[in-house]
């Protein structure tokens, strides 16, 4: 192996990996070595194009704290993260997508029919459902930890003006797998595009914007988990998403409704006397 | 493109890009996302998989400074850095070999002939060699920018107790190409592996080893820039280098001399009566 060349060399990085070594581990440094050196026989990486690439991970370090996670948004960007999201989703359940960087841990309760709203200003929306197997029986008892940005297209954890839990609720559904919320209708928002990641995007004329969307995480004894979102059928994103998050199964209509019709089993802060819309969407669990 | 899935998100990728985008970008950034994509395909990648990958980087980011770049060291030990220099490498020339993260500005000029030495114990040896061009030709005036380990396995800048340019030479060849220096043998070392770098290494079966070596870059105008290495053919890492960097022709014979035979034209700074050793080395520059 000491005439190392460019021909040779994915052979002779397997041939360094360890007799004893994990199996799964050899399997994947394997594949990702050989995939990093296709890569660059195939374009002809430059020592100046790999300088780029260095100082662009150098950058996403210096700017990745544990508020802005540079490397997990370099993932979505590139459409890893949702990649890795369909691998595993399950074809009877609903369609997993991107867990992104926004969820904050320990979400306030939030009652059946609760509002989510709370004195923000914005159009209302009110969102129900029911949790069921893929059978279509409901699961009753079933968590869903839902998160969602405020009016001005920030989550809570990117905007100091918000209380760190505004727009996160944690609802259990009802005996009938029913869960049902008051909320704002959550707006299209842009990705972090002021780092290296920005600058990539730059670079392949890409706009930072993800279509809105309301964000669950499910979960219920003897089903897998579900982290996915729900988007709206006419957002002007919903095509382009920068971050690839979107499938057919999880688009949904926002029906618009009269002002006056505003229906028992709700709460709402504000005036219930106003035009609002609603959205319904059951989440189908696979088993686990 | 609303139906992002497993097998078209590739190419939702590209229909992405911007139709202005430069042609180059988006040959590379597509054939980027091209490997990333299959690659987890290929190996199925899961969540928790894709968590490490984060974890690393982050922790990647974290341990880089300007004096520790752990990315370029990732790269190294992918042999990502070896492949690129191969690529770029031409047959006429003597091989590139990696550059590594331990060259440092403004070497102190170092005569023909020259101690670089100094008052460092260990093996005496002489280097000595011909810059040429790739009709053999000797090349006069050509700048050789000299590197290497001291014999405690460290370079200048990894060890507080040296001076920075400790080990460091910056020579000019004679009207017949010639350079000569003084020096001690280096010593085979160990890439920085306390770090996620390290971690791979060790799930990987890997030792962080380098064979010993002396480290150039060669200019003359008119040519183009030569960055490599010279390894001693008794080096017990020769074939199997952390990093890749072993080629055939950069592998010569550090030949022993007899005690009392140390030859005019080289200085010294310590006796001149031990056993020493020698070695010859022509560089071959590719025209610019």
Known sequence: MRNVTKDNITDVFTAYL??????????????????????????????????????FLTRAGEITTPERQEFVLLSDVMGLSSLVDMLHSKPEATSSSVLGPFHVSNP??????????????????????VVRDSDGAPIPHAEIDIWQTAPNGLYSSQDEEQDIHSFHGLMTTDENGRYAF??????????????????ILNA?????WRPSH????????????????????DDPYL???????????????????AAGTFPEGFEISGSVDDAYSK????????KG
């Open 204 to 208: 392949a004329g890409r706009h930072p």
């Open 214 to 233: 309301l964000h669950y995480i499910v979960s219920a004894e003897g089903y897998r988990n579900l982290v996915t979102e729900v988007f709206p059928d």
């Open 18 to 55: 360890g007799d004893d070594t994990d199996p799964r581990v050899r399997e994947v440094l394997g594949a990702l070595a050989r995939h990093i050196h296709d890569f660059a026989r195939e374009v002809n990486l430059t020592h100046e194009e790999w300088q780029v690439g260095i100082e």
């Open 108 to 129: 306030p309760p939030l009652a059946i029919g609760g509002d989510m709203k709370r004195d923000f200003e914005g159009e209302v929306l009110l969102v129900e459902g």
């Open 182 to 199: 008051t909320t704002v209708r959550p707006v299209s928002y842009t990705v972090p595009s002021d780092g290296p990641v920005g600058d």
């Open 239 to 257: 095509d382009q998403d920068t971050v690839f998050g979107v499938r057919d199964d999880l688009v949904m209509t926002y029906v618009p409704q």
């Open 279 to 286: 959205v319904s969407f059951d989440l189908i669990l696979a």
